[in-house]
Nanobody, 115 residues
Framework: QVQLVESGGGLVQPGGSVRLSCAAS????????MGWYRQAPGKQREPVAR???????YYTSSVKGRFTISRDNIKNTVALQMNNLKPEDTAVYYC?????????WGQGTQVTVSS
């Protein structure tokens, strides 16, 4: 059984920064792609960023140049550094990791961008 635990998030002013982290634990034999989704109030969940096992990164257009995804294969973690945050970035952020051939999800963490 695999568990993902997220940390970070909270209330931040426009233009500020937040770092989210997601740690995997349990019976981990293989980790593939990792990423983050978000869901804003009244909207569908959308992909934000993805990092492959080889380190290639992909971002949705609205966050390019502001967000950076990274991974640590020793610590089994994936992180999302979010800079120059905007009110429209307000959402619940969910991490995901493909572990042992299946997608596991974090519990979600709230990021609110407001003055």
């Amino acid at each position: 059984q695999v568990q993902l635990v997220e940390s970070g998030g909270g209330l931040v002013q426009p233009g500020g920064s937040v770092r989210l982290s997601c740690a995997a634990s349990g019976n981990i034999f293989n980790m593939d792609d990792m990423g983050w989704y978000r869901q804003a109030p009244g909207k569908q969940r959308e992909p934000v960023a993805r990092i492959t096992s080889g380190g290639s990164t992909y971002y949705t257009s609205s966050v390019k140049g502001r967000f950076t995804i990274s991974r640590d294969n020793i610590k089994n973690t994936v992180a999302l550094q979010m800079n120059n945050l905007k009110p429209e970035d307000t959402a619940v952020y969910y991490c995901w990791i493909k572990i042992n051939g299946s997608i596991s999800w974090g519990q979600g963490t709230q990021v609110t961008v407001s003055s």
